[in-house]
């Protein structure tokens, strides 16, 4: 199990996490899936960490699961230790459920096909290069999108197209990706991460407590709530951020004409 195959780092309040195993393509293995499993609960239970970045080493983001491996029968035994432990770490990893509470921006370069789209839907902001691939190609493998694809991809981009996606296992251009609304962004090939940075700094120039409650909103509250039990929910959620130190500061430092100082309070 490589620990060198995920790499972490802090810079301020951002946590990037980038995908390293640039001679496979970046497809997963124990030690890629064990980093980010740690990644995410860091993000999660470090205060000062705001906001994170999923990105992969080298010219692709992630070839989903390693085939290779699959079909050869390898077993990583450090690995299936680790799952004891924690039997759902690999879900966990992909951002299948819990989720940090903190926004994620996904930057992508080249394939993010199979388990790079499905890592994909579990994250917030996407920004894809202008040559990205996109597909959840599980079927063409005669395998099965587990990591929650056949659920998110029908509730984040019309049906049809997610149906298209998962049935016909092809490969989707950036161009097309944008349009479904699969990503959000479109930027010239090797700008991707530089651009999840700028929108990394707008997000931590803002009140942390302000975006907490609306990752809150984000995380929870989906289109299964009826309306008015998804206002309430925003009373409940949005409602307290008004008491906070934050909400005193803003408000301040715009009649005073300089920028705020949030303390996450």
């Known amino acids: 199990?490589?620990?060198?195959?995920c790499l972490v780092e802090r810079d301020g309040h951002v946590l990037t996490v980038t995908l390293n195993r640039p001679e496979a393509k970046n497809a997963l293995s124990g030690g890629m899936m064990a980093g980010m499993y740690r990644a995410w609960r860091m993000l999660d239970e470090d205060p000062e960490l705001r906001v994170g970045i999923l990105t992969g080493h080298g010219d692709v983001f992630c070839a989903g699961a390693d085939l290779k491996a699959m079909g050869g029968g390898e077993r990583d035994d450090e690995f299936q230790a680790l799952m004891a432990e924690v039997p759902d770490l690999h879900w966990q990893a992909l951002l299948r459920h819990n989720r940090p509470g903190k926004p994620i921006i996904a930057a992508v370069e080249g394939f993010a096909v199979a388990g790079g789209t499905e890592i994909l839907q579990g994250t917030d902001i996407r920004v894809a290069a202008e040559d990205a691939v996109f597909g959840v190609t599980e079927a063409r493998r005669g395998l099965f999108p587990l990591g929650g694809s056949s659920v998110r991809l029908r509730r984040q981009i019309p049906y049809t197209f997610a149906a298209e996606i998962l049935l016909t296992a092809r490969h989707v251009t950036a161009q097309e990706a944008l349009s479904f609304g699969l990503i959000g962004r479109v930027v010239p090939r090797g700008q991707t991460l530089a651009e999840a940075r700028k929108i990394a700094a707008e997000i931590c120039e803002n009140g942390?407590?302000?975006?907490?409650?609306?990752?809150?909103?984000?995380?929870e509250v989906d289109e299964s709530y009826s309306e008015a039990d998804a206002l309430a929910k925003e009373l409940e959620y949005g409602g307290p951020v008004f008491a906070s130190k934050d909400a005193r500061e803003g408000?301040?430092?715009?009649?005073?004409?300089r920028k705020p100082v949030y303390i996450g309070e």
């Open 208 to 219: 942390p407590v302000s975006i907490r409650a609306l990752m809150r909103m984000l995380r």
């Open 251 to 257: 408000p301040r430092a715009f009649a005073e004409k």
């Open 1 to 5: 199990m490589n620990p060198e195959h």
